[in-house]
Nanobody
Framework: VDLVESGGGFVQAGSSSRLSCAAS????????MAWCRQAPGKEREIVAS????????NYATSVKGRFTISRDSAQNMLFLQMSSLNPEDTAVYYC???????????????????????WGQGTQVTVSS
């Protein structure tokens, strides 16, 4: 799975911006897609995630009510609509996709599900006060 982000750039505090992520390759195997971000000197964090069929959507507490994740499965696109941006939202934003293979036996009477994670190259969002 290949992921390419677009959007971002420099925005004013209080404004809105939209990120897009185009997925290609074995997109049929994608179960969950997410937006993550990493600010300078901080660990990467999950901003929002959405499952196949959009049945499960989750947001980080810091963005809940301001950001909206959406997915166009027919076009293999993922979006992040961001509003009321503040300088604390400044970070590199990454698109992420998770795929799973059928469960495999561990040999000890249990099963495990192989999971694979794919990342885009990231897009910078800088919010000025």
């Amino acid at each position: 799975v290949d992921l390419v982000e677009s959007g971002g750039g420099f925005v004013q505090a209080g404004s809105s911006s939209r990120l897009s992520c185009a997925a290609s390759g074995s997109t049929f195997a994608i179960d969950v897609m997410a937006w993550c971000r990493q600010a300078p000197g901080k660990e990467r964090e999950i901003v929002a995630s959405i499952s196949v069929g959009e049945s499960t959507v989750n947001y980080a507490t810091s963005v809940k009510g301001r950001f909206t994740i959406s997915r166009d499965s027919a076009q293999n696109m993922l979006f992040l609509q961001m509003s009321s941006l503040n300088p604390e939202d400044t970070a590199v934003y990454y698109c992420n996709a998770e795929t799973t293979d059928p469960p495999l036996p561990t040999g000890h009477g249990t099963w495990y599900t192989p999971r694979y994670y794919y990342w885009g190259q990231g897009t910078q969002v800088t919010v000025s006060s």
